[in-house]
């Protein structure tokens, strides 16, 4: 008899995954005002950049209460909440002035809206490696890939940790680039003392169901200047402009607004982020010092800048020659141990289909409009970028739901991984 549970041995852990999203009476609490309140939605136009000119309306806002708070917290003059952070990166860019013929630099190993919304622009997504020991974007890369369209760089705290802000601040100025943080995972994360995305010119982030605060679906921009604050909130109100009539559209816009019950869970969510966060620093040291010691299982490093890591995904590098075993196997081991896991992303960004057949727009813009003087092969990127390539080999990921548990739950873990490596001969004699 197999002790794996795959094949019949005793689960290690068999209480149900730790719930996400949490939320209690107070969520309740918060919706139901909003719902009897029948204020679904607020004219918060201006709010976030500091300009509304119907200030009395907005004090009871939800909306206006939590992107205030959030932008606060993060350490940003100003906060646009929106529809969602694939919005909130077009609207970004937008406001940044990318469009046509210019190029966006975007690490390989990402989620698809961190490069398809410099493609929603009109302009073209270069993709660069990441650093093999954080799977953040490797600074080096992006000055290599810089020529003379090149307008930004959007670098992506991968999993709620910085990246290096210092050299990408440095490269920026020194080539005139402005800098978009995409900080989908990082609600609370720091780059030494100061929060992630306030230290490009914007920064956005994520209330997906998935993200470490939710509201279903959200988006917030950071920023810290007013005129490209006011032009987001433009952009997020279909062009309008503050102080003008209703109908009156100034520029091209989208209809990218947060709503009132989004504004009210998020508060609440908020609330619970710094003791959650905290609760993940805690136990993901844990798990880093007791996996460290199973051989092929490596974990990833923290640079001293990243202070404070939001732990939106714990992760791992899984080596199968060290272990013995295929990722594959060892995944369904795991899985079948009561602990979900998952390999991530199968590919890098450049091998989705999208890219390598250009599936842009009916007549192959931007590459055929005549702004580009590129034709970019995307199935080239893979020679220039084998750290995303491995990482998609090699990662195993742990959701961050995991991290909010108690001790046991860590051990759990830390206990089924080492089981599996204890019989891995079985899974060598009888492949699944
Ligand atoms: C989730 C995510 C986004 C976009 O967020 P949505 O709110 O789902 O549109 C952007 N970038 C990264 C890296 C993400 O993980």
Redesign the pocket.
């Known amino acids: 008899m197999s002790r794996l549970a795959l094949f019949g041995g005793t689960p290690t852990r068999t209480r149900p995954l730790l719930p996400w999203p949490i939320f209690d009476a107070r969520e309740e609490k918060a919706l139901l005002e909003v719902l009897r309140s029948g204020e679904w939605w607020c004219y918060s136009f201006g709010a976030g950049s500091g300009r509304a000119d119907n200030r009395e309306d907005l004090s009871r806002s939800k909306l206006v209460e939590f992107q205030k708070a959030f932008a606060e917290m993060q350490g940003a003059k100003y906060g646009i909440a929106c529809a969602?952070?694939?919005?909130a990166?077009e609207i970004a860019l937008k406001a940044l002035g990318v469009g046509p013929g210019d190029e966006v630099i975007v690490p390989a190993y990402?989620?698809i809206?961190?490069a398809s919304a410099v493609l929603m622009v009109n302009a073209i997504p270069i993709f660069v490696d990441i650093d093999y020991n954080t799977f953040n974007i490797d600074p080096q890369r992006v000055e290599e890939a810089i020529n003379s369209k090149t307008k930004a760089i959007m670098p992506?705290h991968f999993a709620g940790q910085a990246a290096d802000m210092g050299a990408l601040l440095e490269i920026a100025k020194r080539h005139n680039l402005a800098i978009l943080e995409?900080a989908?995972?990082a609600h609370g994360a720091t780059w030494n003392e100061r929060g992630l995305g306030t230290i490009g010119e914007l920064g956005t982030f994520?209330?997906?169901s998935?993200?470490n605060m939710t509201a279903g679906?959200?988006?917030l921009i950071l920023a810290n200047d007013q005129s490209l604050a006011a032009l987001c909130e433009s952009y997020i109100w279909g062009g309008r402009e503050v102080g003008r009539p209703w109908y009156e559209h100034h520029r091209l816009g989208w209809n990218y607004r947060m709503t009132e019950f989004q504004g009210a869970i998020l508060i609440q969510q908020l609330a619970r982020l710094p003791e959650q966060n905290a609760k993940r620093e805690h136990n993901a040291f844990y798990l880093t010092t007791h996996l460290s010691k199973i051989p092929g299982i490596s974990v990833l490093t923290t640079p001293r800048f990243a202070k404070i890591h939001s732990h939106h995904i714990f992760i791992f590098r899984f080596q199968e020659r060290e272990f013995g075993i295929p990722r594959k196997d060892f995944l369904r081991a795991l899985e079948k141990e009561g602990i979900p896991c998952s390999f991530g992303y199968a590919h890098p960004l450049y091998n989705n289909p999208v890219f390598l057949n250009q599936n842009f727009y009916p007549k192959g813009c931007p590459f055929t409009c005549g702004h580009s003087e590129r034709n970019l092969d995307y199935s080239s990127f893979a020679d220039l970028c084998p750290n995303a390539e491995r990482a998609c080999r090699e990662a195993v990921w742990l959701e961050h739901r995991h991290l909010l548990g108690e001790k046991s739950d860590m051990d759990a873990i830390v206990e089924a991984i080492g089981k599996i490596y204890e019989c891995r001969q079985e899974l060598v004699r009888t492949p699944v």
Request: glycine share 20%; no cysteine.
């Open positions: 969602n952070g694939t919005g990166l990402s989620f809206a961190t992506v995409d989908a995972h994520s209330f997906q998935s993200k679906e959200g988006g």
